[in-house]
Structures are given as structure tokens and as C-alpha cells.
């Protein structure tokens, strides 16, 4: 399995009046990886959520190291940690697209739900298809470069 | 009818690196000041919702006079300028609270939809309690000051 | 000139409950075309403000015609409609980039100010180079696609 | 020492497709229960910025564990964990204003910059003030309420 990491071009409504963007963003950029993960494994959120199946955010974490700027442009690199079924957790790593500097490591932890009715969901049973995808993506990953 | 204009604080997370708030979070709180005006009317915009009705914006505008600073206390005063039964127009004024000096001035327009096939609804027919009071408030209310 | 229309990926987090983009978000979207735009015609918007000459926006407006969902890819179109060295105003369609379909129409006016002091600045004086490329723009390129 | 837990109103624009108020926000509410806490205690953060010092997040958690709606009201409860003159870290609570419910809880951690150069600073030289009212702080407070 080949993933390309996230690019995301840091936009002028994202910095604060520190001079660079504020670290509520970088969470975000979290999702905006997640999701272009999963898109490029071949699971669309979208559709997921369609077949009635939520990812709730059960755990963020973030840790900031350098600033990022106004027209940077980050890569975010993504991991899947864990996963079992019914919940799994990744780790991300923001860097800058250009010299590769560590802007940002950060994890998150996730639970699938039923739309309706917000009950556990287990991939296994209920997505085989997604779970398929899942298994192997934590079988044969490619490991995070070292942080720093 | 006796309306208390809308008081938000600005936050750090709105501000950007020009040292200010951002334009865009006034368009926000021209949406946090309509939905605190329907609440103090007596219409609870999320009740609203519950009984199949959404409204969505179909147009705005801000001109923008001064700028707000991160801690400035602004108050959005509002004015339902028309309304028809299937749709609305207000007009805003966003003031410093301290010394009333104007930041902006805006307007909005909406339409009232089922929250179901998206059709559009009169309220006149589907919900003659909301209709009371947008057709009182039409009558009633008193003008904005002078935008100055 | 030859400009590309800007495109940007709609983000879970600029969903509402409505399941769509909130309105808000369009604004935002203007000056990521914005910006974006003087890019493609060589100002660079970080290196303006380095130069000590900031661009507030001192007027915007939108229409919304159709919604937009999370995973929609949008272009938005732009074009200068006036200029003359000390504001400049411009207008935007945001289009489905898959079907060309309309989303929101919009308008946005801007001064330049000097960073320190806020005083306007003349773009004919303090900055030939832009300014050369403020007028170019403004007498050679194409009209915005019929609004709908 | 007595402090009010910093008390926000969920807004429609804080809403996601989800429903419910998107994860990320709850990091910028810590942010807002973080700047009121220092201007409870008397630490002005405008004023601190304009005496030069600022206060990057250098870390941050949150975990969430029910969800918040639109027109919610919760209260954050904060407590400063650790504090040394060049860093401090906080511990929060988000919490449904009604129930009590425990909506997230989260940890954030700061160091104390200079606004020119980025260079760390130590408050018990340079604001010996503000490093009084840490101090004291990190002595007196109450802990926060049992997270369930």
C-alpha cells in the first residue's frame, strides 16, 4: 500500500494575530488527512455516512514544534495505530512541504456509530468491506518517519 | 416589543494576522444575533428545526466601518426589514459596546424550507405561531439608529 | 492573461447541521480566490504585507443559489471590476466543478492601507509594480460566465 | 481564590453534518476558559501581548465523551497542573451548564515567549507580577471536580 501525504496550503483566515496560524487549525488539518486517507484506501466518508455509519472523534492530542505560516504549504503524514472493529486511533505527523521541518505531531482515536441511534458499530459485521480495508492498512503500512 | 441588542466577545481565534478580527466572523455574528433575536421573540430556532423548518440564508452583506480588536465587547442590533410569510430580510449594525462607534452594518435574507425535499414553506399555513410573531415584529419594532 | 478558476475541496468541518457548507464559509473562499488570484498574476500577498501595505476588506456580499456538500470540489471564478489605484472591488461565482452548476454568486471591495498607521496608501506611488498589474488586469481580462 | 467556570454557548456555526458541535471547537473553548481564567485572576492577555510577551499552546489534548448540541450552554472548568516561571500547563472540563453532564476533558500546555525573536522568557524576571499571580495560583486553587 502507497499513500501520498495530505498537502494543505495555510490560508490567511487560518493565522491569528500571533502572526501564524492558530493551533485549533492543525486539528483540523487531522481530519482533512483522515479523510483523504481513508478516500485514497478507498473508503469515502461520505459514503459511509450514507450507509449509515459515523466516526466520531473520541481523542485528539497535539503537539506544536515550529509555527506555521500564512502560504506555507504542509504535508501531513498519517498513521493507523490501532484497530480493531469497533474503534481505531492514528498518529499524524505536519510538515513543511518545501524543507521537510516538523511543524506538528499529533494522535487521534475514533469509534464507528450507527447514525441513527448512536450504537457501537463493528466493521466486521456490519462493513466487511471496510473492515477488509482497515486489517490490511494496519498490516502493511509504511512506518512514520522519526519526529523530528 | 423591547429588544436587547446581541453582545459577543470578540476571541483570539477570530482575530488574524492583520492584528484584527477577521471579516468573515461577522457574518457569523450577524447569525448569532438573528438567532438571538428569534429566541427573544419566542421562537427557538432549534425547536424549529425539530418541527421540519430550516432557514437558510440566501444572501448577505456587511460593510465594514472599523475594526474590531481581540477583547472588544461588540452589540449586533437587527431589524426585520421585510417578511412575507415564505421569506425575510434583516439589516444589522455591529457597535462597539463601550463606545458605540460602528464597526459594521449588513443585511441578510432568507426563506423558509422544509428540512425534507428542501420545498419551501409558508409559514402562514405550516406554522401560524411563528407567523404571529414575524408579522408582529414586522409591525412593531423600532427602527435601527443612525448608521454613523 | 490566462487565469485558472480556484478550487477548493469542501471540508467536514465547514458542514453545519444543515448538511451542507455553512454560508459563511463562501466568504472565506473569496479571499482564498483572491488571494489566489493575485498569485496567478504575480502579487504575492505575503510579500505586500512584508512591503507594509495591508488589503482590508471593506465591503463583501453573496448570494447563494444551490448548496454545497462535504467532498464537493467547487471553482470559483473571479474578476476585477473596478480599480484605480487606492480601492479596487471584485466579483465571484462559485461553480460545481464536476457539473458547472451555480453555487453562490459574490461580491467583495477592498482599500489598500499602510501596515503602520492604517493611512491609505496609492498604489501609483508606493508601488509601480503592482500597480502595473492591478491595470493590465483590469483592461485585458475575460468576463465572468453568465450568473447561472 | 475563587474563580466562575468560563461559560459559552454552542453556536449553529459550531455545528457539523454530524449534528452536533465539531470536535475541534471544544480547543478553541479551552482557549476561551484559559484567557478568562487569566483575566479573572487579573492577567490581561492584550495587555500581556502589548507588554511583549506571548504565550504559544505547545501541547493539547481533549477527550471526548458525550456531545454537545447547538444552543447548549457548557461551562469550562480549568486548572492550572503546573507552572515554573517559563512554562505552565492546564487541565479543563467541558460541562453541560444544566446537567452537569462532563462533555470533554482536555489538557493544554504553554511557554512564555518574547513577541520579538521568540525567545523564551522567564515572567519571575520579566513579569514579576503576572509570576506572582501564577504562583499563587498554582498554591491556592481548588482541584477540579471528579471527570465523570
Partial sequence: MEFKP???NAKYYETDQMGV???????RWFEEARIDWMEQAGIHYD????????????????EYKTMTHFRDTVEVFFHLDRYNGVRFAMSYQVRDAK????????????????????????????A?????IFASMLACQPELPPAR
Same sequence: chains 1, 2, 3, 4.
Fill in 6 to 8: 495530505y498537502q494543505h
Fill in 21 to 27: 496560524v492558530h493551533h485549533s487549525n492543525y486539528i
Fill in 47 to 62: 459514503e459511509m455516512e450514507a450507509r449509515g455509519i459515523i466516526i466520531p472523534v473520541i481523542g485528539v492530542s497535539a
Fill in 99 to 126: 524543507t521537510g521541518e516538523l511543524r506538528c505531531t499529533g494522535t487521534s482515536e475514533h469509534c464507528f456509530l450507527a447514525r441513527e441511534g448512536y450504537r457501537p458499530v463493528n466493521l466486521k459485521r456490519h
Fill in 128 to 132: 466487511p468491506d471496510y473492515h477488509a
